[in-house]
C-alpha cells in the first residue's frame, strides 16, 4: 500500500466528515431510478464502485496539488 493510500485510508477512518448534500441527492436519485429493491439487491457493488471512485479521486487530487505545490503555482480558490 503506497503512502498516499495511507493518507486516504486514514482519513476514512476520522469518521469527522459528512457526505455532501450533492453527493446525497446524487444517492437519492439512483435510487429512485433503480427502484429500492433492485438498487437493494445491487448495493455491495454500488458501494464498492463508488468507493473505488471516491478513492481515485482523492489520490488524484491529492497529487495534482502537490504538484502544483512543488512547481510553485499560485492557486486560488475561485478559479
Known sequence: MSNIEKLYY???????????????EAGDRLEGAMGKELYGKYEDEIIDCTDANEK????????????LLVNGEAVSVNE
Open 56 to 67: 481515485q479521486g482523492f489520490i488524484f487530487g491529492f497529487q495534482y496539488a502537490v504538484s
Open 10 to 24: 486514514n482519513l476514512c477512518l476520522m469518521n469527522e466528515h459528512a457526505d455532501m448534500r450533492e453527493t446525497i
